[in-house]
């Protein structure tokens, strides 16, 4: 179900879940109020819930992207995590089809994602799903001291 503004400590306590698991605790420095001010006054991103009967079990954290190949909107999946004694239980599919069909209600041409290469797991699952590794592509990222260089222009 889509995520509301009263959902904040649950969504900072679920991307703190999600670090944590990715050996990446201390690189959260998100807050309720950056959220709020990212997720529910700019809306770059949406998250949905996923639950266990009436409890939260996990969450996914999605964009809109533009492919200019294809020409038309795509689906970035920045996150998607269920907590672990909920896993094994059909969520993590079901979250996926959930993004699937507003991707393809929205007249999305892809949805993407990126998953860390020791997670064999996620990526087994991600394969059996029918999702296919771009291997041939390399991620980069500026962020920090290198992207204020790269915007005054160094």
Not at 2 to 12: G, R, S, V
Not at 66 to 87: A, H, K
Not at 117 to 128: C, H, L, S, T, V
């Amino acid at each position: 179900m889509p995520a509301f503004e009263q959902d904040l400590p649950l969504i900072l306590r679920l991307i703190k879940d999600l670090a944590e698991y990715e050996k990446l605790g201390h690189a959260v420095v998100a807050t309720e109020a950056i959220l709020r001010e990212s997720l529910f006054v700019k809306r770059v991103a949406e998250v949905v819930i996923g639950y266990a009967g009436d409890e939260p079990a996990g969450f996914a954290v999605f964009f809109q992207t533009f492919s200019t190949f294809l020409g038309v909107p795509g689906m970035y999946l920045e996150d998607i995590f269920i907590e672990p004694r909920f896993r094994r239980l059909g969520l993590g599919r079901r979250l996926l089809t959930h993004l699937a069909k507003i991707a393809v209600a929205r007249g999305y041409g892809r949805m993407e994602w990126s998953v860390l290469d020791w997670n064999e797991p996620a990526i087994d699952f991600y394969k059996a799903l029918g999702a296919r590794p771009m291997d041939e592509w390399t991620v980069f990222r500026l962020t920090g001291d290198s992207l204020r260089k790269v915007a005054d222009g160094g």
